[in-house]
């Protein structure tokens, strides 16, 4: 088993969660997308995060779909699931039961009916003592879609009390300026050096995060490529390289990022790519217009001549 630890860097995908026109899990398609991402270069897979259409699984979809990754991957790739729930019997469930499966580490975000700084800072004390000390796992900063706004500081705290939290899943925006203030506490020996991916939309940000001093990206995008020649680019201290290829998929990615919209925009793409049989998204979830498949074949052949000036 690749178990995460803080010098985690890359870009861990975010993967979508293949079904069948009828709704059912598509087992053949989650093997062929594993094999599209690990062909395209990814370091990392992350299941069962928002975009993976997580709280739609039943425990045994979730269970068998994390299995079916792992099985897939045989170790080559980390794989980090997603474990937010909430109570902590659920996530001390799916916890235990995946990392029995073999996998990485997992996810956590603050569930929305935290207020305060110090019930921020005592919940996550609980998620470390539930999960163990075996267990690495992942905090995820998302207040977008858990209403729960974590500063630098709140963070910089759990991170100190939590010696099993490797990694941080920076998703805030605007962040840059936060993901300026852990780099110096870290570099201070305030705190523990810890990876950083970043995961605001697509990598919507992904140059100026690397900059600022992210390790990478966690997020999701139909072309995962884009992120990691991006992330690849900028390491070798390439960063007009980085900015060039980012600027050529941005439109596609800025579009796959629409609220509400999006998760139907990326299967779609999958689809189109052979990555996936079906673009089926549970309800409650988005279906896609004539105009709007028109918009993205227009993108993206757009996305393709800039690619081709770029070779």
């Known amino acids: 088993m690749n178990q995460l630890d803080a010098s985690a860097k890359g870009v861990y995908l975010i993967t979508v969660t293949p079904f ?45 779909y994390v299995q079916r990754v792992l099985a897939r991957v045989q170790g080559r790739v980390p794989v980090v699931v997603g474990a937010s729930a909430a109570g902590f019997a659920p996530m001390k469930e799916l916890t235990d039961s995946v990392m029995d499966l073999g996998a990485s580490g997992v996810m956590v975000a603050p569930p929305p ?72 506490a870290s570099d201070k020996g305030e705190v523990k050096r810890f990876s950083i991916l970043c995961g605001n939309g697509g990598g919507l940000f992904l140059p100026e995060e690397l900059t600022r001093g992210a390790d990478g990206a966690m997020t999701g995008f139909a072309y995962p490529e884009m992120m990691v020649d991006v992330v690849s680019a900028h390491a070798r201290g390439e960063r007009a390289r980085a900015h060039d290829l980012f600027d050529a998929y941005l439109p596609l990615a800025r579009y796959e990022q629409q609220a509400g919209v999006g998760l139907a925009v990326r299967k779609f793409l999958f689809k189109q790519r052979g990555v996936i049989a079906s673009d089926f998204v549970r309800k409650p979830g988005p279906k896609l217009s004539a105009q709007d498949v028109a918009d993205i074949r227009f993108l993206v052949q757009r996305q393709e001549g800039r690619l081709r000036e770029l070779a």
């Open 113 to 184: 009916t935290l207020r305060t700084d110090d019930q921020i800072v005592s919940y996550f004390q609980m998620v470390d003592e539930t999960l163990g000390a075996q267990v690495p796992w992942v905090l995820q900063d998302h207040p977008v879609s858990t209403g729960v706004q974590m500063t630098a500081s709140v963070i910089l705290r759990i991170l100190k009390n939590s010696p099993t939290c490797v990694m941080l899943k920076h998703e805030d925006w605007p962040g840059l300026a936060k993901l300026s203030a852990y780099r110096a």
């Open 20 to 64: 069948t026109d009828t709704g059912a899990l598509d087992l053949a398609s989650t093997d062929r997308m594993v094999d599209f991402l690990l062909e395209k270069g990814v370091t990392g897979l992350t299941v069962l995060g928002i975009m993976g259409e997580a709280t739609k699984l039943t425990m045994a979809e979730s269970r068998s």
